[in-house]
């Protein structure tokens, strides 16, 4: 495991603030550490002591992990104070500010670097945060991509990266293939996130995803949040496109305490943890639907509405996280005028605010997941053994609902068919009514051959998952080899050919 080269590595983590950055790099960071690195992660004062938690397991596990706090310019750039977390932003206009306030940390981190000690051996951030690579070459350092999408995903980027076949198509209803992969991958142009005809926010988002490519090939590597046992074929094709890939995860997996689970992330209150688990230990295996919408999606009050009536419709037992942005008056005032929680009690609990997604997902009562198909919930439904059924909203979030009902075979569309531009738009649009929801409900917990070849799968999938994150397993094998090429990199920069030999060494004894 650890040997004593890697005790003086340092490595930064920097993640984009937004949960579905800081979440996977605060669990990667415990992955790493175990390897007997130094590990910070820097983030911004009110993130910082909200995932301080972190801090706290990793100490009594004696893994050498910090949180560091870097001013976030919010209001110099016109953003409302404590704006410092992109579940905080309900605009796309503030979309924009975060972004900019974001890049005004390059100084900061500057020089805090200068200060550091151990020095950093290297720089780990996520993909839009391309202004890190500044940081990086300024200090003579590796910065490696922390991708928070799949491999997949990113194959498909790069297809149509180079076919641009989007580029050809003109009403939303116009589709394609995505060409030379093992699966039938279709498209339609209405699907697609990003497209910059339709608004003309979404130049910026285009703007950004630009930057993010220019970038990519400065990086001197890319880790990415999965294992090769899971898209092998994508990862082997990804391999061949980009230049050192490293699959590391599914990095959730690294949370075995119950304590480290019902902490991750946002805390929610300890009652309603306990209210939710002694509900689910008096629930049939397999029987219960776990409802969850991630972090960013801004639900107009229709579609709640019908999500709610779906799920009531279902007869299926439930459990509906409601995040705070979209638990608004109206939602409020619907669910006592329908007396919603009253009509379904005993079968269905709704959660207002931040859920301990992992801890229930895990649990053997969990037996569906009604996802947004971001990529951290989706691979910890995978993760968990949990078939799902699919309502992508925006982002790459249509790709993911390809990799789970066409690639792996474990889910059931609920049929969006049009990817909004983002989590603020069409606040009052119907994505789908509340009968489609109740069918693919139906149609994911039917007892029938394909859904039993579904929960199936989807246990065998759950199994090589952990298997890749464990001791010798390939993600473990995978983080030893990151921790030796940044070893390689800072040789190759100091020029002491004596260290190669150091290195070899080093391999041996780790093995
Ligand atoms: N999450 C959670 N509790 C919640 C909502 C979300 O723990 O109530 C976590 C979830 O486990 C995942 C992350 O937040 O790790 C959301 O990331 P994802 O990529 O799925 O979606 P996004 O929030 O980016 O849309």
């Known amino acids: 495991m650890a040997s004593s080269l890697s005790k003086e590595l340092h490595f930064l983590l920097i993640p984009l603030m937004s949960q579905s950055h800081i979440i996977p790099?605060?669990?990667?960071?415990?992955?790493?550490?175990?390897?007997?690195?130094?590990?910070s992660i820097i983030t911004t004062p009110l993130n910082a002591q909200k995932y301080k938690s972190i801090v706290t397991h990793a100490m009594k596990s004696n893994l050498k992990i910090q949180l560091i706090p870097l001013h976030f310019p919010s209001q110099e750039v016109g953003l409302p104070q404590g704006c410092e977390n992109m579940d905080t932003l309900n605009s796309l206009e503030l979309f924009k500010d975060f972004f900019l306030a974001s890049e005004m940390m390059q100084e900061p981190l500057e020089k805090l670097i200068q200060e550091l000690e151990p020095k950093p051996s290297c720089i780990i951030s996520?993909?839009?945060?391309?202004?890190?690579?500044?940081?990086?070459?300024?200090?003579?350092?590796?910065?490696?991509?922390?991708?928070?999408?799949?491999?997949?995903?990113?194959?498909?980027?790069?297809?149509?990266?180079?076919?641009?076949?989007?580029?050809?198509?003109?009403?939303?209803?116009?589709?394609?293939?995505?060409?030379?992969?093992?699966?039938?991958?279709?498209?339609?142009?209405?699907?697609?996130p990003f497209d910059s005809s339709k608004q003309s926010s979404q130049g910026h988002?285009?703007?950004?995803?630009?930057?993010?490519?220019?970038?990519?090939?400065?990086?001197?590597?890319?880790?990415?949040?999965?294992?090769?046992?899971?898209?092998?074929?994508?990862?082997?094709?990804?391999?061949?496109?980009?230049?050192?890939?490293?699959?590391?995860?599914?990095?959730?997996?690294?949370?075995?305490?119950?304590?480290?689970?019902?902490?991750?992330?946002?805390k929610a209150s300890i009652d309603e943890h306990s209210n939710c688990l002694n509900w689910l230990d008096s629930m049939k295996p397999k029987s219960v639907i776990y409802a969850c919408f991630g972090t960013l999606s801004n639900i107009s009050f229709l579609q709640m509405k019908e999500i709610g009536l779906g799920?009531?419709?279902?007869?299926?037992?439930?459990?509906?996280?409601?995040?705070g942005l979209n638990l608004t008056l109206e939602v409020e005032k619907w669910l006592r005028d329908e007396n919603f929680e009253e009509k379904v009690?005993?079968?269905?609990?709704?959660?207002?605010?931040?859920?301990?997604?992992?801890?229930?997902?895990?649990?053997?009562?969990?037996?569906?997941?009604?996802?947004?198909?971001?990529?951290?919930?989706?691979?910890?439904?995978?993760?968990?053994?949990?078939?799902?059924?699919?309502?992508?909203?925006?982002?790459?979030?249509?790709?993911?609902e390809k990799f789970i009902v066409n690639v792996l075979k474990i889910g059931v569309r609920v049929g969006v068919e049009v990817s909004t531009i983002s989590w603020n738009e069409e606040k009052n649009g119907v994505l789908v009514n509340k009968d489609q929801i109740k069918k693919a409900i139906d149609e994911l917990m039917d007892k029938d051959l394909e859904g039993e070849d579904r929960r199936e799968r989807a246990k065998e999938l759950a199994h090589i998952s952990k298997k890749a994150i464990e001791e010798e397993g390939s993600?473990?094998?995978?983080?030893?080899?990151?921790?030796?090429?940044?070893?390689?990199?800072?040789?190759?920069?100091?020029?002491?050919?004596?260290?190669?030999?150091?290195?070899?060494?080093?391999?041996?004894?780790?093995t």
Not at 25 to 38: C, E, Q, S
Not at 167 to 180: A, E, K, R, W, Y
Not at 210 to 215: A, E, L, N, W
Not at 236 to 259: H, I
């Open 126 to 192: 996520t993909s839009p945060l391309t202004w890190t690579q500044q940081v990086a070459t300024k200090f003579k350092i590796p910065r490696y991509i922390f991708q928070t999408v799949s491999c997949f995903t990113l194959y498909c980027f790069h297809i149509l990266n180079q076919t641009k076949l989007q580029d050809t198509l003109v009403l939303d209803s116009d589709s394609f293939l995505i060409p030379n992969v093992p699966h039938k991958i279709e498209f339609t142009k209405a699907q697609l």
């Open 475 to 510: 993600s473990y094998l995978n983080i030893k080899l990151l921790i030796e090429d940044v070893m390689h990199a800072l040789n190759d920069k100091d020029g002491e050919a004596n260290n190669v030999a150091t290195i070899n060494k080093s391999k041996h004894s780790n």
């Open 311 to 323: 799920l009531e419709s279902s007869n299926v037992p439930f459990i509906w996280i409601i995040r």
């Open 25 to 39: 790099l605060t669990d990667f960071a415990k992955l790493l550490a175990f390897h007997g690195v130094n590990v």
């Open 205 to 266: 988002m285009k703007s950004i995803l630009d930057k993010i490519r220019k970038t990519q090939d400065l990086a001197r590597g890319t880790l990415i949040n999965t294992c090769g046992e899971l898209e092998n074929w994508y990862v082997d094709s990804y391999k061949k496109a980009v230049k050192k890939v490293f699959c590391v995860g599914p990095v959730s997996l690294c949370n075995k305490e119950m304590d480290e689970m019902v902490d991750r992330g946002n």
């Open 345 to 400: 009690k005993g079968r269905g609990m709704i959660i207002r605010g931040w859920a301990p997604q992992i801890l229930i997902l895990s649990h053997s009562a969990v037996g569906g997941f009604l996802t947004h198909c971001g990529w951290n919930s989706t691979l910890e439904g995978i993760s968990c053994g949990v078939p799902m059924i699919t309502f992508p909203m925006f982002a790459e979030q249509f790709y993911n």
